[in-house]
């Protein structure tokens, strides 16, 4: 079957705007997550939802994130007044109860 | 707080030689321990998971709880297993938590 993918594979903005990013899980997982790429940093964990609740948002950055998931389905990451520092590339997992996380390509958001 | 520490970022061997992926973790509790690899160009995919004690191209990984280790270990590296390296945790085993990640070591097996 199909694998998570997500939308746009590439992003440019420029500094200032308003970006969304969307994720399409595998179907029928429960738990959906998003994590963020960066050189150096290796992986950071965004937020997790579980269905369409999202019990841990530990890892947003700052308030201009915020993700939203709807129908226990697609999820869409937004990032507002996007900065330099947000450059990243974006990944989305999703997984259900006792199994593995499966990742989706990715998002390679660059804001100049 | 729970964290994981790849101390290497690079890991150059040559082919047929041995490789030990380093991968240290702090939790409190009873924790779950992946390995995930990221070939050039594809996804992030899981390798191995600790629970299942499994053999998975020719890679082994076995817990620590001692040391607090998950090596990665590999008797003879073949050229087609240069790829980003990441361990990681999720707190508890069998649910849908989160994944604590390492930064990573990126693996280079020259000819």
């Known amino acids: 079957g199909a694998g998570v993918s997500q939308s746009p594979s590439n992003k440019v903005t420029e500094k200032g705007k308003d970006v969304e990013l969307r994720c399409d899980p595998i179907?029928?997982?429960?738990?959906l997550y998003w994590y963020r790429q960066s050189l150096g940093q290796g992986l950071e964990f965004l937020i997790y939802f579980q269905g369409n609740s999202a019990p841990d948002k530990s890892g947003l950055p700052s308030d201009r994130f915020s993700a939203e998931r709807t129908g226990g389905s697609v999820s869409t990451l937004t990032i507002q007044r996007t900065q330099q520092e947000d450059s990243a590339v974006y990944l989305c997992a999703s997984s259900n109860p006792g199994i593995e996380q499966f990742f989706g390509p990715g998002t390679r958001l660059t804001v100049l | 707080a729970q964290r994981v520490t790849q101390p290497e970022k690079l890991l150059s061997v040559f082919k047929g030689a041995p490789v030990e992926l380093k991968c240290n973790y702090s939790?409190?509790?009873?924790?779950?321990l992946f390995w995930y690899v990221q070939y050039s160009r594809q996804r992030l995919q899981l390798l191995l998971r600790h629970i299942s004690r499994e053999s998975i191209k020719g890679f082994t990984a076995d817990l620590n709880k001692g040391e607090t280790s998950f090596h990665l270990k590999k008797p003879f590296a073949q050229e087609e297993d240069s790829a980003m390296y990441y361990c990681?945790?999720?707190?508890?085993?069998?649910?849908?938590?989160?994944?604590?990640f390492g930064t990573g070591t990126r693996l280079q097996v020259f000819p």
């Open positions: 179907s029928g997982h429960t738990a």
């Open positions: 990681a945790l999720r707190r508890g085993q069998g649910n849908t938590d989160k994944l604590i």
């Open positions: 939790y409190s509790g009873s924790p779950e």
